[in-house]
């Protein structure tokens, strides 16, 4: 037996708008969600006074600065608020620059007070053998100096283009097929309505009432053959 479509194509290409449509708007939300701190910790200072700044950075990362001289602390942003985590008191010392030796109590407390992530004290992830944690106006010198030069590639510029046109395209597609699918419905309901009334209406007008034919057990007795 063939298959038998119980979904008209107007609903079916209604159907389709509407799960795609449905999907970007799903998409759309769970990347606003996740970028949209992200961008607000990286290029927004998170605190600025005179004496201090804390700032964020990624791939998640918490900076606490004090005049030219930064450290890197780390965190986490896949939780909210985000947490950052800074050397235990038993190793602070050991692993911090001069400038922030003796000083736990004080930068843990601005830190808590203005970063606006919680802050977690760990034993582990600290050493004196990590000299990008250090930062001065240099640092920042070459790390932008990097950025710009990634930036100049030809194979990222493709990249970014590419997925450019297929966000692009992709909104284009779900737009269209959105404002066109409901159309398209209205129009077959409002077509097989008005064929079904034109329909009937014609059947009205033109009806032709059949004459009614004689039975042949109903009649005058003389109409029957002469009886011998």
């Known amino acids: 037996m063939a298959p038998v479509c119980i979904v008209s194509a107007p609903v079916a290409y209604w159907l389709l708008a509407t799960l795609l449509f449905s999907g970007l708007v799903i998409i759309c939300y769970y990347i606003f969600r996740t970028v949209g701190p992200i961008a607000r910790l990286r290029w927004q200072w998170i605190y600025y006074s005179d004496s201090f700044r804390i700032s964020s950075e990624i791939p998640e990362k918490l900076v606490y600065w004090e005049g030219d001289n ?28 001069a400038w922030m030796v003796g000083r736990q109590a004080e930068i843990v407390e601005r830190l808590r007070k203005h970063s606006h992530q919680n802050i977690n004290e760990s034993e582990r992830g600290y050493n004196r053998d990590q000299p990008w944690r250090l930062r001065s106006p240099a640092t920042e010198a070459a790390r932008a100096a990097a950025a710009r030069e990634v930036l100049r590639r030809s194979d990222v510029r493709l990249l970014l283009v590419k997925v450019a046109a297929l966000c692009i395209g992709a909104i284009v597609l779900c737009i269209a097929l959105w404002l066109v699918a409901p159309a398209a419905v209205v129009s077959g309901i409002a077509g097989a309505t008005a064929a079904a009334f034109v329909s009937y209406r014609r059947q009205r007008l033109g009806r032709v009432v059949p004459a009614r034919r004689a039975s042949p057990d109903v009649g005058s007795e003389g109409a029957g053959p002469p009886r011998a």
């Open 70 to 97: 930064g450290f890197v602390f780390d965190s986490a942003w896949g939780v909210s608020p985000a947490i950052a985590y800074v050397p235990a008191n038993d190793v602070w010392d050991a692993v911090v620059p």
